[in-house]
């Protein structure tokens, strides 16, 4: 049978294997062992870059930008409410209009307080000071749809033109589909569909870090997409027999998580990638030198063949499908 190099472990394994057997490493969509390597030359040279020129990401932990919505809504229907409320105390014909302004103002004050505490919980993530407030951010920005803001969680590395292939997930009927992270649109086509699919739901479980080893750190959480069924009349016969028949899908996500200037990024915003088993081979990246990252770069070929980047295709599709 064909076989090939495991591009972490460089042993043989067989062509069709999405799992080293020897090092137990995802290497589905990792293309031969030196154009696999070189994608990881090119990620650490354009971080370096990126660092020196400032513009690793845009600054995230503000308290304007932590504010949704929802809250901003509560906000001016509670001030609403007490402009009424005070224009009834100086004018006595509007009396009755204080009868309406006061329990008003009480819900909405309530509800203001109510979403202002999840708020401030999220400026807290936001700042991403800790490996798993890095995924929980992520996903947070994506769920409120912030897609600007979850790309500046992910390292730009990660930001180029190299294609993408976003699995199925068949509990939201959402199909495979190729993108690019070259700009925000193709990071928006990869990551929009799943979270705004009709009638679904999605929960995220508590980030835990796996392996933490410097700046590095392997984090794992479940992403559980739900999506309800529709029907079966109302009652609670109808809601027991649409939660029976809901689908479900769970996703792991185990994501490589990197510290930069004091917060937290991901090396990879897809939902499964070879970098983010990566971590022993990104460590003794960060600890080479410039020079000698150049000169790894000039070691290996210019271009992989054009039937490796055909196999990386294929393995990244069959690895794609895999819930």
């Not at 137990?24 to 971080?47: H, M, N, S």
């Not at 660092?51 to 229907?77: C, F, H, P, Q, W």
């Not at 490996?131 to 590395?157: D, N």
């Not at 039937?307 to 895999?322: H, K, L, P, R, T």
Request: charged residues 25%.
């Amino acid at each position: 049978m064909p076989l090939k190099e495991c591009p972490f472990c460089l042993r043989e394994i067989l062509m069709a294997a999405l799992e080293c057997p020897e090092c137990g490493k995802r290497i589905a969509g990792a293309g031969t062992p030196a154009g696999f390597r070189k994608r990881l030359l090119v990620q650490e040279l354009t971080l370096r870059q990126a660092i020196r020129e400032g513009k690793v990401g845009a600054s995230r932990g503000g308290l304007l930008g932590a504010l949704r919505m929802r809250t901003l809504t509560a906000s001016g229907a509670t001030g609403l409410c007490l402009c009424a409320e005070l224009l009834a105390v100086t004018n006595p014909e509007l009396a009755r209009l204080a009868s309406l302004a006061i329990p008003g103002g009480i819900l909405t004050l309530v509800l203001l307080a109510y979403f202002a505490i999840g708020d401030l919980a999220w400026l807290a993530v936001r700042r991403r000071r800790t490996p798993a407030h890095a995924l929980s951010a992520f996903v947070r920005a994506l769920e409120i749809g912030r897609y600007e803001e979850a790309s500046g969680c992910v390292l730009p590395g990660d930001r180029n033109p190299r294609p993408r292939l976003r699995r199925a997930i068949h509990a939201i009927s959402l199909g495979s589909a190729r993108c690019s992270f070259a700009d925000a649109a193709g990071f928006r086509a990869y990551w929009r569909p799943v979270f705004t699919a009709p009638d679904s739901s999605l929960t995220l479980s508590r980030p835990q870090v796996v392996r933490e080893e410097g700046d590095l750190a392997v984090v794992s959480a479940e992403l559980s997409i739900r999506r309800r069924a529709g029907g079966w009349g109302g009652g609670l016969l109808g809601a027991a027999l649409r939660s029976a028949m809901a689908k479900e899908d769970e996703i792991k996500l185990t994501k490589l998580v990197r510290k930069v200037d004091g917060r937290w990024y991901l090396v990879n915003g897809e939902i499964q990638s070879p970098e983010d088993g990566a971590l022993e081979e990104f460590a003794t990246l960060a600890a080479a030198s410039d020079e000698r990252l150049v000169e790894l770069t000039r070691q290996l070929p210019a271009a992989e063949p054009a039937n490796a980047a055909s196999a990386a295709d294929v393995d990244g599709g069959e690895g794609a499908q895999a819930p």
